[in-house]
């Protein structure tokens, strides 16, 4: 549900008043969750087991003539966890920042739109990757979904990286829609002034990261909605630092950081999502692959899903598999989800899934030893949208 926060009448450039509006939504998502990371357990009260507590503003000035300027800011934070809203440092001496705050660590993003020649959006923008797992499944990114444990939404340098959803110094454009179809175009230059991927430069304005392209096809029409999104990552020429370490006399710490490794990888992710409404009931599914140009990495992902809605229930399932073709080993996952409506803006929730990862798909945990290949997580809560 949106709420207006100012609309005011702006000045007049064809004898008509144009609007600018500025609207606040979002989304609190808070429960219980108990997780076993391959032999680690941890329990409490956590939030996001179905979705992402969000906060975001959005605004958009009538120009005339069919042409729109609009912004979004995001912020995504952790309303049981106020350290991490903050950032926190570790234990060193030296207070070396270990964890970065999540206020304003979202999409951010100001453009252009019209109904004739599409949207341009510029800023720190969510690639199509992420609309793509979005579409296959019910479940997002929460738990339940296989989202960074079968399907990815960025092709990193392993079969285990992390997922990342968006991009700083990125532009997208995306076209009007025909007959259903519309297509799209997202860039992030890559960038390597700084020559380290940990160290910020303010010279170039930019940390060292690789360089970040995708082109997607999608339809939207009936009960039907597809997309098809190929991504590029070019990592060539791209520093990563080495490991670092700590020398301590007395009571200072010393930071030593080994020499970085310069990357060759030019990785490329294609995925093709789909979901398929008949009633109550939707279908959808995934097909993925990634492989690097020195063949180091050659994986594919795979989740099919349905879903079905009666009155104030909502039931989802979803189940894949991920497979590393260079040796052979896969992972399946298992995942299912509840949810029953209070109103149309709150509900309470239930979600499970197990990974048996035996591809390794979900990294090791730092400082941690595991003593299985399974990971599973349970969340029941409440959500609520505004």
Not at 103 to 128: F, H, I, P, Q, Y
Not at 162 to 189: C, D, L, Q, W
Not at 229 to 242: A, E, I, L, S, Y
């Amino acid at each position: 549900m949106k709420k207006t926060l100012i609309a005011i009448a702006a000045l007049s450039v064809t004898g008509a008043f144009a609007q600018s509006t500025v609207t606040l939504t979002g989304n609190m998502d808070a429960g219980y969750v108990n997780t076993d990371y391959k032999g680690t357990k941890v329990t409490g009260i956590y939030n996001n087991g179905s979705s992402t507590t969000a906060i975001i503003f959005k605004g958009s000035d009538d120009l005339g003539g069919g042409l729109k300027a609009n912004f979004l800011v995001e912020s995504d934070p952790n309303i049981t966890q106020l350290a991490v809203n903050s950032g926190w440092a570790n234990s060193q001496a030296n207070g070396t920042v270990s964890g970065v705050s999540t206020w304003l660590n979202s999409e951010m993003k100001l453009g252009l739109s019209s109904a004739a020649t599409g949207t341009v959006d510029v800023g720190t923008v969510n690639n199509a990757s992420l609309q793509a797992n979005g579409t296959g499944q019910p479940f997002g990114t929460a738990i339940g979904g296989g989202y960074n444990s079968i399907i990815k939404t960025f092709g990193g340098t392993n079969i285990s990286i992390a997922s990342i959803v968006r991009h700083e110094n990125s532009i997208k454009y995306t076209s009007p829609a025909m007959n259903g179809f519309a297509a799209g175009y997202y860039y992030a230059a890559k960038q390597t002034g700084s020559n380290n991927a940990n160290v910020y430069s303010t010279t170039f304005g930019a940390y060292d990261r690789p360089g970040l392209r995708e082109w997607n096809l999608q339809y939207s029409q009936g009960p039907l909605n597809a997309i098809y999104v190929k991504q590029t990552v070019d990592n060539n020429g791209v520093t990563v630092p080495g490991a670092a370490s700590y020398t301590v006399i007395g009571t200072t710490a010393t930071l030593v950081t080994a020499a970085g490794t310069t990357l060759t990888q030019v990785v490329n992710l294609n995925t093709l999502s789909a979901n398929y409404t008949i009633d109550s009931l939707t279908l959808g599914a995934t097909s993925q692959t990634t492989k690097s140009n020195t063949l180091s990495i050659n994986s594919k992902g795979n989740v099919v899903s349905a879903k079905y809605v009666m009155g104030a229930n909502t039931i989802g399932a979803v189940v894949g598999t991920a497979t590393n073709n260079l040796t052979g080993l896969a992972s399946k996952f298992t995942g299912a989800g509840y949810d029953y409506a209070l109103s149309k803006t709150t509900n309470l929730y239930a979600r499970y899934e197990r990974l048996q990862d035996n591809a390794v798909t979900v990294a090791a945990v730092t400082g941690y030893t595991e003593t299985s290949t399974t990971r599973s997580r349970t969340a029941i809560g409440l959500r609520q949208q505004f």
